[in-house]
Structure formats: C-alpha cells, structure tokens
C-alpha cells in the first residue's frame, strides 16, 4: 500500500467548495504512480522489458467530495494481476478515515516494442498485493447507445493537457466529459473506459445519451468519429 496525505488546495475545489471529480482522479493517479516507483524491482522489470502500463477503466463510487482546505489521505493497493491486466482499489479518505471516494482502476500491460497488450507472469516482477477493501464493481466495458446523440463542445488537445508520455492525461478525459453534463446532474458514480490515447494536435469531441435506466453516457470522439474513451455517470442504487 502506498499512501499520500494532503490538504485540499483552492485549485483543486470547484464553485461548489469542494474537489473536482477530475481532480480527485488526478489525486489517485499520482497515488498510484508514485506506489509503482516504490516497487523499485517492478520499475526495473518494466523497463528492461520495455512494458509500460496504461489505464484501461476505472470505477469511482462517491460517497462524498472533500471540500477545500479538508486533510485527506489517498491510497492505493494493489490487489491481483489477471491476464494483462493489473488491478488496484484506490481511496480517498479524511481526517477521520471515513471513506469519501473509493475506485476500482484496471490497468493493461503494453508492449511497447510491438505495440500491443501483454500478457505477463506476476511472480516475474514480486510485487506484494493487499486485500482490497470491498466494492461493488461493474464491467469494465461501457455499452453506447444507439443514435446521434447530443454533441458537445469540442476540446482541443495542446501541450498543457498532456502526461509526460505525451498523451492527454487520465484526469483530462473526465473534465471533458463531465463539462459535457447537464447542469445540476446528480451523480455518486463514474465509470471510464479508456480505449484510444488521445495526442496533441487532436480534438475530442463529448457526445452525450441518456439510458433507459436512468444513466448518462459521455463518448469522447476524435475527429474521425472514433470512440477515444466512453464515461457512464449514475447513482448508486442502494438495497
């Protein structure tokens, strides 16, 4: 488990007071990046291999946002490695350790000699799992209705959205789409399904539907019509 503590800064809270939910991805994923150079035999494994590790979907259950200048911890754990895929629970928690947000984020190996995902054997690179804190965790695909749909303001990609890899960066994609919402949308869950790393120069499109049960789903286009990464946002149906 890896661990970082902080307080929430202006910057980081909307006109609400409180931590934007791209922000608060932000948060996990710096977690989870700085837990992965902790794991130094790891970090050497993937890079003598050439492997690299890219976010395939994520699951966000929102129990409640910090609310700016609120102490909270966010941790990570990681939890099992399927296939090519690495698993990791994710939280953020406040002074009290109640739980404010806990995700469920799936990550793909990926070749970067051959250019495609991988399939590897865990007890190669000896990382030590956690056992993850329960979540009720939903497929990773997210299905897009059938239709036009509703087109939103198109975002285009400049330097100063990009990750170090050069592509736009995890927490970018949910403030495109959640800005594609309507306003005053209630929402307690997000999903992501990342399936086409977004570049710069390029232009991402929201298309936005509404589901039979009562979901929002945000598709994020290129300039082709490609899906780049799909967002459902819904609340939690509780027993």
């Given amino acids: 488990m890896y661990e970082m503590k902080t307080e929430i800064p202006f910057t980081k809270a909307g006109a609400d007071?409180?931590?934007?939910?791209?922000?608060?991805?932000?948060?996990?994923m710096d977690c989870s990046q700085f837990q992965e150079y902790q794991e130094k035999h790891f970090c050497e494994y993937l890079r003598t291999n050439g492997i690299a590790i890219f976010l395939f979907s994520i699951q966000i259950d929102i129990l409640r946002?910090?609310?700016?200048?609120?102490?909270?911890?966010?941790?990570?754990?990681?939890?099992?490695?399927?296939?090519?895929?690495g698993l990791r629970r994710?939280?953020?928690?406040?002074?009290?350790?109640?739980l404010c947000m806990i995700s469920n984020a799936t990550g793909a190996f990926f070749d970067l000699k051959q250019g495609k995902a991988l399939k590897i054997d865990p007890a190669e690179f000896g990382v030590v799992y956690d056992e993850a804190e329960p979540m009720e965790?939903?497929?990773?695909?997210?299905?897009?209705?059938?239709g036009d749909g509703l087109r939103g303001v198109p975002f285009p990609?400049?330097?100063?959205?990009?990750?170090?890899?050069?592509?736009?960066t995890s927490a970018m994609y949910f403030a495109v789409a959640e800005?594609?919402?309507?306003?005053?949308?209630?929402?307690?869950?997000v999903r992501m399904e990342f399936k086409k790393q977004v570049k710069p120069g390029q232009t991402v499109t929201p298309v936005r539907f509404e589901t039979p049960d009562g979901k929002t789903v945000?598709?994020?286009?290129?300039?082709?019509g490609t899906?780049?990464?799909?967002?459902e946002f819904s609340v939690i149906e509780k027993p």
Avoid: Q, W
Avoid at 65 to 85: D, L, M, N, Q
Avoid at 138 to 143: A, E, G, N
């Fill in 90 to 98: 994710l939280t953020i928690r406040d002074e009290a350790g109640e």
């Fill in 137 to 146: 965790c939903l497929p990773r695909k997210i299905p897009i209705p059938a």
């Fill in 218 to 224: 945000v598709d994020l286009r290129d300039e082709e």
């Fill in 157 to 168: 990609v400049t330097r100063s959205s990009l990750d170090p890899n050069g592509h736009l």
């Fill in 17 to 28: 007071n409180r931590l934007k939910l791209h922000e608060a991805v932000g948060m996990m």
């Fill in 65 to 85: 946002r910090p609310e700016f200048r609120e102490k909270v911890t966010t941790a990570v754990k990681i939890y099992g490695c399927k296939s090519i895929y």
């Fill in 179 to 189: 800005d594609a919402l309507p306003s005053g949308l209630r929402f307690d869950r």
């Fill in 227 to 231: 899906s780049c990464a799909a967002a």
